[in-house]
């Protein structure tokens, strides 16, 4: 498994933007896939964002539009860009890899990055 590790969290108002980052202590580019994810307080985990291969995004409905997943094999590093900020948008942020092919549960998670949106 790959060791992740997310930065780029922080406090911002809404309709502002965040980039996170998600570095790997490693090779990702044999990693189909990748994706974002984030637990609010007092909720269950939330699907944000995957991308696989490289080029194919899929969003969650709460996000489209809004957010953009990308990656950097060369980097070791997957970001996610978020306009457009609400409060709704706070969680904490995780990034996770499906380093087996075999779902993101069993595969790396980073330890998390907090983003809060101040209405």
């Known amino acids: 498994q790959v060791h992740l590790v997310e930065s780029g969290g922080g406090l911002v108002q809404a309709g502002g933007s965040l980039r996170l980052s998600c570095a790997a202590a490693?090779?990702?580019?044999?990693?189909?896939?990748m994706a974002w994810y984030r637990q609010a307080p007092g909720k269950q985990r939330e699907w944000v964002a995957t991308?696989?291969?490289?080029?194919?995004?899929k969003y969650g409905r709460s996000v489209k539009g809004r957010f953009t997943i990308s990656r950097d094999n060369a980097k070791n590093t997957v970001y996610l860009q978020m306009n457009s900020l609400k409060p709704e948008d706070t969680a904490e942020y995780y990034c996770?890899?499906?380093?087996?092919?075999?779902?993101?549960?069993?595969?790396?998670w980073g330890q998390g990055t907090q983003v809060i949106v101040s209405s």
């Open positions: 991308i696989t291969d490289g080029v194919r995004t």
């Open positions: 996770a890899a499906d380093d087996y092919g075999l779902g993101f549960e069993l595969g790396s």
């Open positions: 490693g090779s990702i580019s044999s990693i189909s896939a």
